[in-house]
């Protein structure tokens, strides 16, 4: 399998993954309550990437390089946190379904936005009518799984 095969691979797995953290984690807050829930959460993936990078590595030194970056590039983690307990209260109260459409609409909608205009660095992708047309269906297909 190729590098694009791989890939393919892993994105597929991360959103099967994604649908079990929601269950799982919303199941979780409802039982020791939703911060405590998103607290244990984040010491956890913390523990855990600190295990993957000193078994990957062999060392924790691109933690410092990390922060030796600019603190706004620091945002996408913190970005993590609020999509995590986003999730935990979300998906008890409308589902597993909805709050997937949901977060993937509005990341592939805010995804379209920072294309078009290159933010963060990324490069510039237009915005046919085409991508236009995508992002109302796919946005209006996760509003209707809001319908129970």
């Given at each position: ?35 405590e829930t998103a607290a244990f ?25 990390a922060l030796r970056e600019p ?78």
């Amino acid at each position: 399998m190729g590098s694009t095969g791989a890939a393919t691979t892993v994105a597929l797995a991360a959103g099967i993954a994604g649908s079990v953290q929601i269950a799982l984690l919303g199941l979780l807050g409802q039982r020791v309550g939703e911060l405590e829930t998103a607290a244990f959460a984040f010491v956890l993936t913390a523990v855990a990437g600190i295990v993957i990078l000193l078994v990957m590595r062999q060392s924790v030194a691109g933690l410092g390089s990390a922060l030796r970056e600019p603190a706004w590039l620091w945002l996408g983690g913190l970005a993590g946190v609020f999509v995590v307990t986003a999730i935990i209260v979300t998906g008890p109260r409308i589902g597993i379904v909805a709050t997937s459409a949901l977060l993937i609409a509005g990341q592939l909608v805010a995804a379209t936005v920072i294309d078009r205009f290159g933010w963060f660095g990324v490069e510039r992708v237009p915005i046919g009518w085409e991508r236009v047309v995508g992002l109302g269906l796919l946005v209006a297909g996760a509003l209707l799984t809001l319908r129970r």
